[in-house]
């Protein structure tokens, strides 16, 4: 298993600034994934964060509202730039784990995020 | 459009009673994921099934992989407080090329109450 700490946990933000969520994990993985969740409700997926490439957005997702940073195999960066009200979510960072089909998920604790 | 779809959505129940929470797909999942989440934490994976007709249990609950491979099914017996929370089911397509890229359902909110 990996151990994934997520910071800051929550923080409250004024509209227009943009926040930097740090994920750093224990030992090295490849994948890691950065997800939105309203509370209560399911996850989406915004990115999959390459080591040493760019990383891979989803769709309604783009790199100039959700820059991400991958610098080595155990720490990835996601910044929520110019927010605004509807950005306020829970943002959750994942690695995926060599075991039963390469799909064993592991997830920080999340950064609830509110807009203000 | 939704590849899994996860039902309930919301289950309030008393402790004792059983449950089953269903995720249905017209997709072939490679494998499928249940996880549990609390408030403020992230999901916990509860368990992996990869084969079709693959049944396992944890406990109180028993986790059921559909025979091809499009549905799977969590029941929980004897229901108690503590697995009050959300589940989340999630699975990796048949002959997708992202490594590690998982589909979620909609979870569904547990409520148990004494």
């Known amino acids: 298993s990996a151990v994934i700490s997520q910071k800051p946990s929550r923080d409250i933000c004024q509209r227009g600034t943009s926040l930097t969520i740090q994920c750093q994990v224990d030992?090295?993985?490849?994948?890691m994934f950065w997800y939105r969740q309203q509370p209560g409700q399911s996850l989406t997926l915004i990115a999959t964060?390459?080591?040493?490439?760019?990383?891979?957005?989803e769709s309604g997702f783009v790199i100039d509202k959700f820059p991400i940073s991958r610098p080595n195999l155990t720490f990835s960066t996601l910044t929520v730039s110019n927010m605004s009200p509807e950005d306020s979510s829970i943002y959750l960072c994942?690695?995926?784990?060599?075991?039963?089909?390469?799909?064993?998920?592991?997830f920080g604790q999340g950064t609830r995020l509110t807009v203000v | 459009t939704q590849l899994l779809e996860q039902s309930p959505q919301f289950l309030s129940i008393q402790e004792g009673e059983n449950l089953t929470v269903y995720c249905n797909s017209s997709?072939?999942?490679?494998?499928l994921q249940w996880y549990r989440q609390e408030p403020g934490e992230g999901p916990v994976l509860l368990v992996t099934?990869?084969?079709?007709?693959e049944v396992k249990k944890l406990k109180r609950l028993t986790f059921q992989f559909g025979d091809a491979r499009k549905d799977s099914s969590l029941h929980i017996t004897a229901a108690q407080p503590g697995d009050t929370g959300l589940y989340l089911c999630?699975?990796?397509?048949?002959?997708?090329?992202?490594?590690?890229?998982?589909?979620f359902g909609q979870g569904t909110i547990l409520t148990v109450h004494p």
């Open positions: 994942s690695v995926v784990w060599p075991g039963i089909k390469n799909t064993e998920a592991f």
């Open positions: 030992s090295q993985v490849t994948m």
């Open positions: 999630a699975g990796v397509l048949a002959g997708g090329t992202s490594y590690g890229k998982l589909t």
């Open positions: 997709s072939v999942f490679s494998s």
């Open positions: 099934v990869v084969t079709g007709g």
């Open positions: 964060a390459n080591q040493g490439s760019e990383a891979t957005y």
